[in-house]
């Protein structure tokens, strides 16, 4: 099988080289860490998709900037929720990273 013959390179360089006589070794692919660290980036990545966060923090900078952000009970909330999001994308981060959320700035 192709990909035992490969042994870890990526599978597209392996057979390049292998129909072309390239008998330069192969680099290895690396796979960038643990599975809880793919799984918590993971995590992220899905959080920041499914979230309105850019864009909530966006229209709030510019009515900050415009001087007509009024403080009501829904933006207090918005601003709260926005928080909550940065804090868990941040201590997801931290640990994808492989530091602890105490560790971080």
Avoid: F
């Amino acid at each position: 099988m192709l990909i035992v013959e490969a042994d870890g390179a990526p599978l597209g360089t392996y057979i390049k080289a292998k129909v072309l006589g390239d008998a330069r070794p192969l680099r290895m692919r690396r796979t960038g860490g643990a599975v809880e660290d793919r799984q918590a980036l993971g995590q992220v990545l899905a959080m920041l998709g499914r979230s309105r966060l850019a864009s909530n923090l966006n229209q709030l900078a510019h009515l900050a900037h415009v001087g007509a952000l009024a403080l009501t009970p829904e933006t207090e909330a918005e601003l709260r929720e926005a928080y909550r999001d940065i804090r868990d994308i941040r201590r997801l981060l931290l640990t994808a990273l492989g530091m602890r959320p105490e560790d971080g700035p």
